[in-house]
Structures are given as C-alpha cells and as structure tokens.
C-alpha cells in the first residue's frame, strides 16, 4: 500500500459505513451500507499490515471487528426453521411415488 494521507484513514475509522458525510455529520437520512463497510474493511485489512498504521493496529483491529459485526446483522434475522424426521417423511409419503429411505440429521444454519 502506498502511503495514504491520514485524513483518509480517520475517515474511515470515524464514519464507516455511512454512505454520505456531510459537514462533518453521517447523513442519517441514507444511513449505513453493507457495501460501504466491505470496502472499508478491505482497506482497513490492509491498513492493518501497513508500516505506515503499525502503531494502530488495535484500533484498526476493532474498527474491522465492529464493521463485520455490522455486515453479520445486514443477513436473515429470522429465527431458524427445524424440520423433524417425522415432518420429513410425511412429506415423503404424500408423493405418488414410492418414497426412498434416507437418514436426515438436523442443522441448524
């Protein structure tokens, strides 16, 4: 990495992953990107190895750990959906054909 200017890199750390900053404020109104804080953390990995932020390391280490905690919030939020042997091979047994013999160990995802 080629030296960044310092403003750059507290940018990043202090308004990522807003969309839009405008007079030194997050523009709530658009809010936050998955997107936005993909790219910040690809740039803050980066950083991280970085002679330049040798001595931020810990504060880029828990920049990167709040954004991806971030992204994880952006998935399904809906609670998990299990289907028991017995709900299987009913579904099995409505088909016309005749059903075949399988071992079903539940996951949760």
Request: net charge positive; no cysteine.
């Amino acid at each position: 990495m080629s030296n960044v200017p310092s403003a750059y890199y507290q940018f990043i750390i202090d308004y990522a992953p807003y969309l839009y900053v405008i007079d030194g404020n997050p523009d709530l109104s658009w809010g936050k990107a998955a997107l936005a804080t993909a790219f910040s953390i690809n740039f803050l990995y980066e950083a991280y190895y970085d002679s330049q932020f040798a001595s931020k390391q810990t504060e880029i280490y828990n920049k990167i750990v709040s954004l991806a905690d971030f992204i994880l919030t952006q998935q399904n939020t809906n609670p998990p959906t299990y289907h028991s042997v017995e709900t299987a091979n009913a579904q099995r047994n409505t088909r016309k054909s005749k059903p075949k013999k399988y071992e079903f160990k539940l996951k949760r995802w």
